[in-house]
């Protein structure tokens, strides 16, 4: 079927015709329902990212002073290590041996 020139394969102009004009009846009383709902729907999903967002900050805010405070920890030990290690050969006491591992004698 053609209507004005175009063809409308296996419709009807007629069901057009009443959609678009039910479509124009209807619309204005019911659009902003159906955007009150939509825009209610966009706020909770932006509020839901800006507390995924702000949770985020407080866990990565979070490991940042953890990865600071076993920096810290670690360089402490070092340094203490560092420092029995000077102050044996200081002493002139020998190097300690480490235990040898289970199942193994240690070397003499």
Do not use: W
């Not at 209807?26 to 702000?54: C, D, E």
């Not at 002139?92 to 041996?97: E, P, S, V, Y």
């Amino acid at each position: 079927m053609k209507f004005l020139g175009l063809k409308l394969a296996g419709t009807s102009v007629g069901a057009g015709i009443a959609i678009g004009a039910g479509a124009t009846l209807v619309g204005p009383k019911v659009m902003p329902h159906i955007g009150n709902a939509l825009r209610t729907a966009a706020k909770s999903v932006i509020k839901g990212g800006l507390l995924a967002y702000q949770g985020g900050v407080a866990v990565y805010e979070n490991g940042k002073r953890v990865a600071a405070e076993t920096k810290e920890k670690v360089e402490d030990l070092a340094a203490e290590a560092k420092s029995e290690m000077e102050d044996g050969k200081k002493a002139g006491t020998a190097k300690k041996a480490l235990p040898a591992p289970a199942g193994k004698k240690a070397k003499a």
